[in-house]
């Protein structure tokens, strides 16, 4: 039986001018009950749709900050 570990990822793969593109668009998981957003490059931030739609801040780790970073932002140190 597979395990459940909580990661998700969306990427964007393919071909662009005989060229191969690969890369990360957003890496979330979800440890100790807390969303930590690993990588976001969206233009709007996975953070602040997240909060449209109901999770509170303190249940979201801006993880690609520094932990000594994110006890200056708004959001869960960890």
Request: hydrophobic content about 35%.
């Amino acid at each position: 039986m597979p395990r459940r570990r909580h990661r998700y990822q969306v990427i964007h793969a393919g071909w662009s001018n005989k060229r191969r593109v690969y890369g990360c668009v957003l890496h979330l998981d979800i440890k100790n009950e807390k969303i930590w957003i690993q990588h976001d490059g969206t233009e709007g931030g996975i953070a602040n749709e997240l909060i449209s739609r109901g999770i509170p801040k303190k249940d979201i780790v801006l993880a690609f900050h520094s932990p000594f970073k994110r006890q200056f932002t708004e959001f869960a140190v960890g």
